[in-house]
């Protein structure tokens, strides 16, 4: 397979800058994740390091091959769109093949891997069957294999499950992990979906305004954010700006901390089920505060509060199990707990 190495990438489309000082590195075999907003450069990337555009500045390299200028064809690398992009009218067999056809590989080679292939994504049966007639799911797992079937080094994944019902993205994306691992084939996938990067990724590159701000596991991205973008884009959280005065630390100039933050700090995350919330007055904990419910949301799992105190508001969310005391409802008054090891201090 492959590691995937970036140095310096820069890229623009007529003045505007696409992404820019790009350096990253994706371990042979790792599912990595590209996670940010519409418009934030990762598909700029990706289309960078398959070779359909390439950089203004710097360097890619795929294992020891710097392959910076090389044409998208050489680089043995497979790509599944956003869309897609099967021939419609061609059968499920057709649209596998078609590869190895390109390459002039043997008869005898192209129906083995195909078998291959057709058993691995759960489509023995119907290779016949066109493409158009198939569902969003079956699609998928055409597309995928197209890809897999010429042996990329790399797989390159543009949102691949957009365009899929929510019950069938969540079974898709369990294939698609599973079927990585038994591979072993090193995997750039592209997202704005925060669920779909967290549960899939062994790392995950943040993106922002075309720059990487964070690269971690999901877990570190997650309890341990560089950026308020990155705390407020990946899970819920409560994101408030601090300031100091008087020798004390307050949220938004409204609620006295009772904790000593880090000289630079500018913001504070905490997450929403950090914040416990009941009845009854204050024990024994570092911030308690009373507070007013403005609405509740159920969601099943979990039941999610907005609370305002002190003129700021606060989300918590509380999970639903067969001890719950019961719900709480807009208009009661609460209070509101949390512990300074809760607060993640963020400088940006």
Known sequence: ????????????????????????????????????????????????IAGFI??????????????????????????????????????????????????????AEIREKLRYQLEMIGLGGLENRKVNELSGGEQQRVALARSLVVEPRVLLLDEPLSNLDARLRD????????????????????THDQREALTMSDRIAVFDH??????????????????SFVAGFVGDTNLLEVNRKDGY??????????ADLKPDTRYISIRPQDINISHSAAGSTDHGLIGRIE???????STDYSIVSGGIRFKTSALNTTLSTGAFEPGDEVTITFTNGSIHELQQ
């Not at 000082?21 to 907003?37: A, Q, R, Y």
């Not at 390299?61 to 090389?70: C, M, N, Y």
């Not at 075309?210 to 950026?227: H, N, W």
């Open 171 to 190: 079974r898709m994306r369990n294939e698609l992990k599973l079927l990585q691992k038994k591979l072993g084939i090193t995997t750039i996938f592209v």
């Open 1 to 48: 397979m492959g590691s995937i190495v970036l140095k310096n990438i820069c890229k623009s489309y007529n003045g505007d800058l696409a992404c820019s000082d790009i350096n990253l590195t994706v371990k042979d075999g790792e599912f990595f994740t590209f996670l940010g907003p519409s418009g934030c450069g990762k598909t700029t990337i990706l289309r960078l």
């Open 54 to 107: 390439f950089p203004d500045e710097g360097t890619i390299h795929l294992a020891d091959q710097e392959v910076t200028s090389l044409d998208a064809e050489k680089r043995k690398i497979g790509m599944v769109f956003q869309n897609y992009a099967l021939f419609p009218f061609m059968t499920v067999r057709q649209n596998i093949e078609y590869g190895l056809k390109v390459q002039k590989r043997a008869a």
């Open 210 to 227: 075309g720059r990487c701000v964070q690269v971690d596991t999901p877990e570190g991205i997650y309890s341990r954010p560089a950026t």
């Open 295 to 301: 609405f509740r949301e159920f969601n099943g799992i």
């Open 249 to 258: 630390w307050y949220m938004e100039n409204r609620i006295r901390l009772n």
